[in-house]
């Protein structure tokens, strides 16, 4: 599980959560929230903890990686939800772009 995990993480590399959350930019409580409750985890913040450790996002992700998978397996699924994650930001801008557009042209009206 993606607590464990991220626990692990910070004893192998002797890390307090504090510095955790300062290294990668992210709030200490959203650090206290993913290791304490079950709070749902953005992409974003999953992509700067995997950065940090040099770890897949992949392996958060996925409580069990099959037995099958190599590292370049890991890697690749990484790639990949990281491209999502950019174009579901690309797609997000343009949607917000285009409700702001449809806003100014009903206050015309």
């Not at 999502?84 to 949607?95: F, V, W």
Request: charged share 35%; aromatic share 4%.
């Amino acid at each position: 599980m993606l607590k464990e995990m991220i626990e692990n993480e910070l004893k192998k590399k002797d890390i307090s959560q504090i510095k955790l959350s300062k290294e990668i930019g992210i709030s200490q409580g959203t650090i206290y929230k993913i290791l304490h409750t079950d709070t749902q985890t953005s992409i974003e913040v999953l992509d700067k903890v995997a950065n940090y450790f040099h770890v897949p996002v992949a392996q958060f992700l996925c409580s069990e990686v099959p037995a099958e998978w190599t590292r370049k397996d890991r890697d690749e699924v990484s790639t990949l939800l990281k491209q999502i994650l950019e174009q579901t930001k690309r797609n997000t801008a343009a949607i917000e772009k285009l409700i702001a557009e449809i806003k100014k042209s009903n206050r015309r009206r």
